[in-house]
RNA sequence: GUGACUGUAGCUCAGCUGGUAGAGCGCCUGACUGUGGAUCAGGUGGUCGCGGGUUCGAAUCCCGCCAGUCACCCCA
């Protein structure tokens, strides 16, 4: 048996609807706020992430997948979609159709980690980005974004997380005093920590093992120089006119380099390890950085994995369509008579099955029972003759018989609460 | 990449100290020659994750691999 690739996913059936679920959900909040879509290959040069997302934060160093393509270059899976819209923006010039540009993606992202429940090699993002506004309210509106969305699905005790990173102005005062502080206790730190004192002193302060010495370190906001402050105070105070409920945990730092001021984390507290839902921030450098017009910019990615598991640990469950079952009874006639039935149906925009598997009444009627169906249209040799069909709801066990063109006003009329007001 | 645990029917699991497999649920059919959910009867279903070793004999013991789960690392 050849069996899926570590790391991978099947999803069908209910399970894939709850993703469907989550897309749409999405799609129609990004669109209230008048966001585009885009969509950028899967593949990039590989160059491209090196610079982007950090020659030395993990995602780069040991978790992209390389290859060689026939023609010698060097092609990477994208493990994170900010890098390649940042790119397509760029080389196709987006900027003259002047500010701000709103985007938003949904695909399939990987990266080679050791799997578990809420991580994925292949996994899929969602997300938005904004170009070219420098302003806080950028930020919030990401942030806004975001936080509707999960609240849409249902998922309204998504906790937020804020933070400023600062900038290339201030940031190094403040890893140098974290240095400082941290080459007093070299000794207590732990092995990584160790590593991470060398190569990112900032992941020192989420550090797992022992968070004692993380607690008394210096807190970047002591360190932002006036514009970074600013910035981070307006975001704040916009996050509270909306009345966005949010925590500042200066211990919140993002593995990618690519981040300037503002950063955050939307989480949920009852899927363990692999608790963050959405995560996002400011990156004022990034398009200049990968040689496009000097062009701040802000987003978030979303993961669609963690998401489905919020929600199936909530036990909420997707809107499902009224199904309606046309049952056969008797000879061939009435199955041509059942199909018209059931394409009569189908044009007035019902979800509609018939048999396929030519099984008995009683069959018909425990598969249309399992299946969930609201209603069952019966067409047999009685029907024909009256040209009237028999319809069950199959909650009530009531039935009637009505012809076609009653039976689509009886229908619609009963489904309508559920299809909402039109 | 590191550590721990797990892997028996579609699903949840039982199978004691080695004697080549069971239950519940599900699914299919019937009781009910035109009616689902309840009940009853029958039926379908498994190279015991894969490979090797020990043994007269392995689902059971040992080793390796694969996959999953949990934590770390990191992140969505």
């Given at each position: 048996m050849i069996r899926r690739i570590k790391g991978t996913l099947d999803v069908f059936g209910e399970q894939a609807c709850l993703w469907r679920y989550i897309e749409s959900t999405f799609i129609e909040t990004v669109r209230s706020f008048n966001y585009r879509e885009v969509r950028t290959p899967i593949i990039e040069p590989v160059e491209l992430f090196v610079r982007s997302v950090g020659e030395e934060t993990d995602i780069v160093r040991k978790e992209m997948y390389v290859f060689e393509d026939k023609g010698g270059r060097r092609v990477a899976l994208r493990p994170e979609g900010t890098a390649g819209i940042v790119r397509a923006y760029i080389e196709n010039g987006m900027n003259r159709f002047g500010a701000p540009q709103k985007f938003f993606y949904i695909g399939a992202m990987f990266r080679y980690e050791k799997p578990q429940a809420g991580r994925q090699r292949q996994f899929h993002q969602l997300g938005v980005e904004v170009f070219g506004s420098p302003s806080p309210f950028a930020d919030v509106e990401t942030i806004h974004i975001a936080m509707k969305f999960l609240k849409n699905l249902g998922l309204d005790d998504a906790r937020l997380h804020v933070n400023s990173i600062g900038c290339p102005k201030c940031r190094p005062s403040y890893k140098d005093a974290l240095k400082k502080y941290y080459s007093e206790y070299l000794q207590e730190l732990c092995e990584d920590c160790r590593i991470r004192y060398d190569r990112n002193v900032l992941r020192l302060l989420d550090c797992k093992v022992d968070s004692s010495i993380a607690e008394k370190a210096p807190r970047i906001q002591e360190f932002l120089c006036d514009e970074c402050r600013e910035h981070f105070v307006k975001v704040c105070k916009a996050l509270d006119t909306l009345n966005l409920k949010y925590t500042v945990d200066p211990?919140?730092?993002?593995?990618?380099?690519?981040?300037?001021?503002t950063t955050y984390e939307i989480k949920v507290p009852y899927l363990g390890a692999q608790d963050t839902l959405i995560g996002g921030g400011r990156y004022d450098n990034l398009v200049r950085e990968l040689g496009g017009p000097s062009t701040p910019a802000v987003g978030f990615a979303g993961g669609i994995e963690r998401i489905a598991l919020a929600l199936e640990k909530k036990g909420i469950v997707v809107p499902r369509d009224i199904l309606i079952y046309v049952a056969t009874a008797g000879q061939d006639d009435t199955y041509a008579a059942a199909i018209t039935v059931a394409e009569t149906l189908r044009d007035r925009g019902f979800c509609v099955e018939i048999d396929l598997m030519e099984r008995s009444l009683t069959s018909q009627m425990r598969y249309a029972n399992r299946a969930k169906a609201d209603y069952v249209v019966m067409v047999g040799e009685d029907e024909l003759r009256e040209g009237k069909f028999t319809l069950r709801d199959m909650k009530t066990g009531e039935q009637r018989k009505l012809t076609l063109h009653e039976m689509v006003e009886v229908l619609e009329k009963a489904c309508k609460p559920l299809h909402g007001d039109s």
């Open positions: 211990k919140l730092v993002r593995g990618l380099d690519y981040y300037t001021r």
